[in-house]
């Protein structure tokens, strides 16, 4: 299976921040990464998909990069409906695996 | 609007059986794959099993070890999650969520991606 390692498992910024998270395969999976934001006491919602790619009605504040193995979500201008968890996913092969999510706070 | 209503979640006991539902609405059921995540209270996500939109193709995870079943009913535009042998392990919010994504200008049926949740169905595993 494909391990999915997220970093960091939190982070606290300040509104208008700039906010990177990143996530590394333990094996390639090419662009075949989602991004999801879970809100507290809600279910997830797609962000990015293969790799870059915005999911219609998200925010242009998000992004996603792929650097090699890396990959990144960035929030360029933190606000405050942005507090949540982020999580990443591979998309490449079955079983589908999860990183461990980064919770965002203000 | 695409709408996924879970249901079925409840307390059972260790070994015992359950069988989620998801009612699913706003889109074409067929043309999209399915699947249901799991989350562990205080935890992250967990994919659980999925299958393709003619239902054809099944896909689990390793921890399911036969135990779990999904399913679905096309004519009733229902998903299912038969779930047998339960341990506490199991206990979590499931949910289901329909596969693909959206770009600005076209909805594309690609497996793998989940662009839309239901709110979830607690499955409580206690003696």
């Known amino acids: 299976d494909i391990q999915m390692t997220q970093s960091p498992s939190s982070v606290s910024a300040s509104v208008g921040d700039v906010v990177t998270i990143t996530c590394r395969a333990s094996?390639?999976?090419?662009?075949?990464l989602a991004w999801y934001q879970q809100k507290p006491g809600q279910a997830p919602k797609l962000l990015i998909y293969?790799?870059?790619r915005l999911q219609r009605g998200v925010p242009l504040r998000f992004s996603g990069h792929r650097s090699g193995p890396d990959f990144t979500l960035t929030i360029s201008g933190l606000q405050p409906e942005d507090v949540a968890t982020y999580y990443c996913?591979?998309?490449?092969?079955?079983?589908?695996?999860f990183g461990g999510g980064t919770k965002v706070e203000i | 609007e695409v709408q996924l209503l879970e249901s079925g979640g409840t307390l059972v006991q260790p070994g015992g059986s359950l069988r989620l539902s998801c009612a699913a609405s706003?889109?074409?059921?067929?043309?999209?794959?399915m699947g249901w995540v799991r989350q562990a209270p205080g935890k992250g996500l967990e994919w659980v099993a999925g299958?393709?939109?003619?239902?054809?193709?099944?896909n689990s995870a390793d921890f399911v070890e036969g135990r779990f079943s999904i399913s679905r009913d096309n004519s009733k535009k229902m998903l299912y999650l038969q779930m047998n042998s339960l341990r506490a392990e199991d206990t979590a919010v499931y949910y289901c969520?329909?596969?693909?994504?959206?770009?600005?200008?076209?909805?594309?049926?690609?497996?793998?991606?989940?662009?839309?949740w239901g709110q979830g169905t607690l499955v409580t595993v206690s003696s």
């Open positions: 299958l393709s939109g003619s239902g054809a193709e099944t």
């Open positions: 706003g889109f074409t059921f067929s043309l999209y794959g």
């Open positions: 094996r390639a999976v090419s662009d075949w």
């Open positions: 969520a329909k596969e693909g994504y959206c770009s600005n200008t076209s909805c594309y049926a690609e497996r793998k991606h989940f662009d839309s």
């Open positions: 293969v790799a870059s």
């Open positions: 996913q591979q998309a490449d092969s079955f079983p589908l695996t």
